[in-house]
C-alpha cells in the first residue's frame, strides 16, 4: 500500500510498509541519458548528505538504493513545523527557534549547507526537530553560501510565522552562536540583503 505524501516538480515522495521513498521525476525534455545522469548524481549527493547530517542532527538516516534514482529513509510521524509553530506558546516557539538555530550552526560548522532552510523541511516529533529534504543541499566551506541559508530561513519565518517573525529570528540567531565563525556569516547575511534589495 502507497500513500503519497508531497508531490512536487523535482520528485515524488511516498510512504510504503513504514518508510517514505523519494523518486526522482524524469524530465521529459532532457534527453533520457543526461536526465538519467543528473538524477543518479542528485540522488546520490543527497543521500551523502543525509547521512552526514543524521549522525551529527536529527534527520532521517537514508537506506541507500541508487536504482531508479530512489531514496529509502524511516518514516518521521511527527507534525510538520510550519504548519505547528503558531499554535504554541510563545515561549515554546523562541525554544524551538533557537533549537534550530544550534541544529543550523551544527550542519554548517561540518560544512553541510541544507539549501532550502525553511520550516516546512522541519518535522517536530515528541520535542526533537527532524531536519529534512535535502534535495537542494551540497557540501560548502563558503560563508556565503552559509549566509544565504540563514536568509532563507529568516523569510521563511517573516512569510509563514511574521506575528513573531523577528523574536522567533533573535532567538534563532541565539542558538546559531554555537558555530565559531558566526559572526562573518551575519556579516555576510547583511551583504546578500542588501543585494536582494537593489534587486528589487
Known amino acids: 500500500m502507497e500513500k503519497i505524501l508531497q508531490q512536487g516538480a523535482e520528485a515524488i515522495i511516498y510512504l510504503k510498509d513504514s518508510k517514505v521513498i523519494k523518486d526522482r521525476i524524469k524530465k521529459s525534455y532532457r534527453i533520457p541519458e543526461l536526465d538519467d545522469k543528473i538524477r543518479k548524481q542528485r540522488t546520490k549527493s543527497e543521500t ?25 529513509m524511516p518514516f518521521i ?36 549547507i541544507h539549501g532550502d532552510l525553511t520550516t516546512s523541511n522541519m518535522i517536530l ?29 529568516k523569510e521563511a519565518l517573516e512569510a509563514k510565522h511574521f ?13 546559531y552562536e554555537k558555530y565559531f565563525e558566526h559572526k562573518k556569516v551575519l556579516e555576510q547575511l547583511k551583504k546578500v540583503e542588501m543585494r536582494g534589495r537593489y534587486r528589487h
Open 48 to 72: 551523502n548528505l543525509l547521512e552526514k547530517a543524521s549522525k551529527i542532527i536529527d534527520s532521517p538516516k537514508p537506506n541507500i538504493i541508487f536504482e531508479k534514482n530512489k531514496i529509502q
Open 77 to 112: 510521524n511527527g507534525e510538520k513545523l510550519s504548519e505547528c509553530l503558531d499554535d504554541f506558546p510563545l515561549k515554546k516557539q523562541r525554544e524551538i527557534c533557537r533549537k534550530i538555530g544550534e541544529n543550523t550552526a551544527t550542519l554548517h560548522a561540518a560544512d553541510i
Open 125 to 153: 516529533k515528541e520535542g526533537k526537530i527532524f531536519f529534512v529534504d535535502f534535495g537542494l543541499g551540497f557540501i560548502s566551506k563558503k560563508i556565503e553560501d552559509k549566509a544565504v541559508d540563514i536568509h532563507l530561513l
Open 163 to 175: 506575528k513573531n517573525w523577528e523574536v522567533l529570528l533573535r532567538e534563532f540567531l541565539k542558538g
